[in-house]
């Protein structure tokens, strides 16, 4: 953790710049001080009580400064433990082009990753995991949820849904899930995607460590064998300031009409 006595506050009496209201000041003298490495990404910010001490500011003046720091994404605030200065996050760049797992994806970008277990079971299917799935009445879901991160850092939250007939032990998935469909036959071949922008909710922001609000891609993916029976089924949620997708596109070929191009 960044010594305050010798960085954040290294400069003498702490002079706020001019203009607008006094929480606007602090906000703006908070970020300079960031800006210019007095206090660095992952440092813990100076308490509320020692910040409106030295600045000669009230706490409510403070607090208020804070939490628009907070909501544009340039501090955190960990429950019991904090604010911080948010972390620098490399962003991540996906084909839309291929089908592959999210521990594939990283691996070819040389990023080490890992999941912690939110849920994995089997259960009765809702309404709209029996009609994609072409479920039966008697059938059983196996659901899996994961918050998948690097190094500390969380990336996206994925929920799968698949047939208990093809992943009767949800336990034995390993880092992938696709590669234990790989193992018995079941590895899907094509899927189809759905990407929305969205505003993340408080349940996800908190597993995101991002403010409640923050943009977020919603992914639908529902994927497919060969045969063309669906095999899984995955909302994600992944972080907006950490992820682009990236399409290539072609212009088609002419059509042609009696053999001609017109």
Same mark, same amino acid.
């Given at each position: ?9 290294? *400069?003498?009496? /702490?002079?706020?710049? =001019?203009?607008?209201? #006094? ?6 003298? !908070? +970020?300079? @001080? ?103 009445? *008697?059938?059983? /879901?196996?659901?899996? =949820?994961?918050?998948? #991160? ?6 996206? !939250? +994925?929920? @799968? ?102």
């Amino acid at each position: 953790m960044t010594d305050l006595s010798n960085s954040f506050f290294a *400069d003498g009496p /702490v002079q706020l710049p =001019a203009g607008g209201p #006094l929480y606007l000041q602090l906000k703006r003298w !908070i +970020e300079d @001080a960031i800006h210019r490495g007095a206090i660095n990404p992952g440092d813990a910010l100076p308490s509320e009580r020692d910040l409106a001490t030295r600045v000669d500011v009230s706490r409510v003046t403070v607090r208020k400064a804070v939490l628009h720091l907070v909501k544009e994404g340039v501090l955190v605030q960990r429950h019991g433990s904090g604010t911080f200065v948010a972390p620098l996050t490399q962003r991540v760049e996906q084909s839309l082009s291929q089908l592959t797992s999210f521990t594939e994806d990283m691996a070819r970008r040389g990023m080490a990753v890992h999941a912690e277990w939110l849920d994995r079971g089997l259960y009765a299917p809702s309404p709209e995991e029996t009609v994609i799935l072409g479920l039966s009445s *008697d059938d059983l /879901v196996a659901r899996i =949820a994961r918050l998948r #991160l690097t190094g500390d850092t969380p990336l996206a !939250i +994925e929920r @799968a849904s698949l047939s208990a007939r093809t992943l009767p032990d949800p336990e034995a998935i390993g880092d992938s899930l696709y590669t234990h469909l790989d193992k018995t036959g079941n590895r899907p071949t094509r899927a189809i995607q759905r990407i929305r922008a969205a505003n993340l909710a408080e349940e996800d922001a908190l597993l995101l460590e991002v403010p409640v609000g923050s943009a977020g891609l919603n992914i639908e993916r529902t994927s497919y064998l060969a045969s063309g029976r669906v095999i899984e089924f995955t909302r994600s949620i992944y972080r907006g300031d950490t992820y682009d997708f990236v399409a290539e596109l072609r212009i088609g070929e002419a059509p042609t009409i009696g053999g001609k191009t017109p």
